[in-house]
């Protein structure tokens, strides 16, 4: 899919596609954003706008000279953004961004929520832009908005299951919280991938691109931002591992428990199984078999050598009652 905005008398405007546009135009700002383009829409831009474009780019490769440079076709920029699917899952998609003197182009291989809510911001609506940078810039400060309340609500959430977590009642809930953490732990840490990748390609652009006093404001909030949101998503994270090991630590207490108890069985059940075993015997001559008490009397001697190691233990504690 292609989609091109035309910047005319403060307004960005979007014109149809495939349709010749006159040399003397190509002076305005535009914005060609390409979703998953054809072959035909490569060769319109090859064609229309003397750009070259990369279709099959590599996704994540984090090596800085491969995804912030300068060439003869422009600055290129590939960053990273992030968006939930429908099972709250975070996924990472890459944004290839190419700016050549007063155009844009954005490439990706499928639509994300950030372009939609720029496009709807900027369409039909009078700007102050005086160049195409104030776009890119403007993307990144959504993506940053983005991130901050998928921070936000990974606080809230986390409140919740500090409290089922903390608890600890041995249910299905505090199950569930455990695969909910290992959800927030790979969002936490996707967050952060996507926070340091924005804060290095605006630094890249601070190097390759003298930027007027407005877009030099704007770039500076945006670091703020970042750092802070960077330092308030590591405590998530540090959080996160703490709820995590917590976690791990009342499964291990309960399992300790559990293995504890069926030890002190089998303790205690080993005099009377080793009395029964021995009265059990298929011997000829055995002389407590001719007593006319012998079986009550064996029965009090199993009973008791099963109650005075269950006493003990009782007496030493090692035998408590868990009450969550």
Known sequence: MLYIFKHKNKIFRKIK??????????????????????????????????QKIIKNFELLNIEYSARFFKDKNGLHIYSFFVEKNFEDYMNIYTVAFILKKNKLYSLRKRELKIFKIYKYKI??????????YNLILDLFEI????????????SKDL?????IILTYQNNQQFNMSISILSKKENMTSKIRICLTDTKRAIKFLIRKINFDNIQKKLYKEIITDIESLLIYNESLFQKINFLM???????NIEQNSILKIFSIISVIFLPPTLISSIYGMNFKYIPELN??????ITISIIFL????????????????????
């Not at 003397?24 to 003397?50: A, G, M, Q, V």
């Open 17 to 50: 596609t495939l349709n010749y546009i006159k040399k003397e135009k190509l002076k305005r700002n535009y914005w060609i954003d390409l979703i998953n383009p054809s072959n035909i829409e490569i060769t319109y831009i090859k064609k229309t706008f003397n």
């Open 123 to 132: 369409i039909n609506k009078k700007t102050k832009y005086k160049n195409i």
């Open 143 to 154: 993506k940053i908005e983005q991130l901050a309340n998928d921070i936000e609500i990974i």
């Open 159 to 163: 409140e919740n299951l500090t409290s």
């Open 245 to 251: 090991q917590s976690a791990m630590g009342f499964l």
């Open 291 to 296: 007593w006319h008490y012998g079986y009550p």
């Open 305 to 324: 050598s099963g109650l005075i190691p269950y006493t003990y233990f009782k007496f030493k504690k090692w035998i408590l009652i868990n009450k969550h």
